[in-house]
């Protein structure tokens, strides 16, 4: 994040748009599979041709309200929908079904944490609506292609308070919404698709001044993006200001090649969209019973399921809030701990350490780790009944990435197993500690970093296998004397 100049306030609010995972449009039974050819999943409704009417689809609804109920917001007992009028290619019908007045979702709030500090933002409305169309300007040489399929996925956009202040909270924001609808199974998280992506409302200000004027940088498809898009935006307005110009309302764009926003049209109003009741659609009603049915249905959000983490696993924040971060992750980890039968911090270890980093160095999600859970438990189980060593583990793991089969095949076939008998350590002990009288004798004179000499050639006698506890505490006794 760039710093602010001092004498300056950014003020900051987030619209997110959320495309939810039904499996069919919201006012039709067209799908919503991505991928499909252009336009194969554009139907009479998505067009609006004439004579046809929209049907809602329940379970967007549904979607919407399980969003509502995660952020302690307000359900609408009955909420509208409006036409919002416009002129674009991929949008067909001339106009956008979404809500204005009455959304279905109002008043919640999400806590954040930036360096240790904890801050609650606002989100003032989240509101149904159908999604537009894409248009393709590099498809065809000259022309702008349009693809209708996008067109009708039903949408939840969720407005925040502007109580954002720089790029940071704006991307913890983000990413703890991000967390929550893709643990909620309300939507897929995709940004590189497009099913979540943010539009930046940013202005500046002097501290205590009335808020400045505003432009909003639209569709921006990724954490890194939206930081830059806004440090980019806060920067460029303070130089027109502070060189005498004014800032236009204006609605902007983002090129990631250049880091740089610009200018695309004037901002619209609401008055501009020319608003009003869609006469096709009733007034949709959530009862109370409602409400609680889908409560009911609710998964464990991450808040809780961090806080769980915590209090069962006996982890530290950090540990917690890692696993936590996604619910792919967190149900690796719990299938780890339940096979294993370890202790959950070793789990937690091997998760957020070896195995996240080699998923991080290969670009892999937990969902594509070439170890199951069940594997990752196998290797644990063996070091916790003392098969093998941490340090056999490693290449055992190594092994397993590789493809090489599950744990105890690695074990058995590269004759890997820990050797336990302390008779037999003690013995190559003992052959060590006669091959090296002078060393042994420097020890014993006060030398104590030679011990790790005296470690490392009975590994080197053990080839790596003598059990490290037994090891040390058999070569102290025979080093004393």
Known sequence: MSSIPAGWEAVIGLEVHCQLLTKTKIFSGASTTYGAEPNTQADAVTLGLPGVLPVLNREAVTMAVKFGLSVDAKIAETCVFARKHYF??????????SQYELPIVEQGHLDIEVDGVAKRIGITRAHLEEDAGKSLHDAFPGFTGIDLNRAGTPLIEIVSEPDIRNSAEAVAYLKKLHQLVVALGVCDGNMQEGSFRCDANVSVRKPGAPFGTRTETKNINSFRYVQQAIDYEIERQIEV?????KINQETRLFNPDTGETRAMRSKENANDYRYFPDPDLLPVVVTAADQERIRASMPELPAAKKARFESQYGLSAYDANLLTSESALADYYETVVKVSGAEAKTCANWVTGDLLAALNKSGKAIEDSPISATQLAGLVARIADKTISGKIAKDVFEAMLAGEGDADAIIKAKGLVQITDE????????????GNP???ADYRGGKDKLFGFFVGQAMKATQGKAN???LNRILKEKLAG
């Open 438 to 440: 002078q060393q042994v």
């Open 241 to 245: 200001i502070e060189a005498g110009g």
């Open 423 to 434: 008779g037999a350590i003690a013995a190559a002990i003992d052959a060590i500690i006669a």
């Open 468 to 470: 490290p506890e037994a």
């Open 88 to 97: 674009y290619p991929d949008l067909p019908k001339g106009y956008q079904i």
